[in-house]
């Protein structure tokens, strides 16, 4: 959304409400933030951000794993 333009108009107060709501759940619950190790805010807030860092650590572990045994087996 950083680089989109808004040019809605909002006719209701509601309307707006609703869109402001939206984005604050979009923010908090779905867009990963850098600065907090690619996690979201809520993930970090409710504490289950150590979890699926060592989950994401175990992933790419594995996969390099996977990643030797196939350069192994192309180069024998």
Not at 19 to 48: K, M, W
Request: hydrophobic share 35%; glycine share 4%; charged share 30%.
């Amino acid at each position: 959304m950083k680089n989109r333009v808004l040019l809605e108009n909002y006719f209701l107060p509601s309307d707006l409400e609703r869109q402001i709501g939206a984005f604050v759940d979009h923010y908090n619950n779905h867009r990963y933030h850098q600065s907090l190790d690619n996690l979201t805010p809520a993930d970090v807030y409710h504490g289950r951000g150590a979890k699926i860092l060592k989950m994401r650590e175990e992933i790419m572990k594995q996969t390099i794993r996977k990643r030797r045994l196939q350069h192994q087996a192309a180069a024998a």
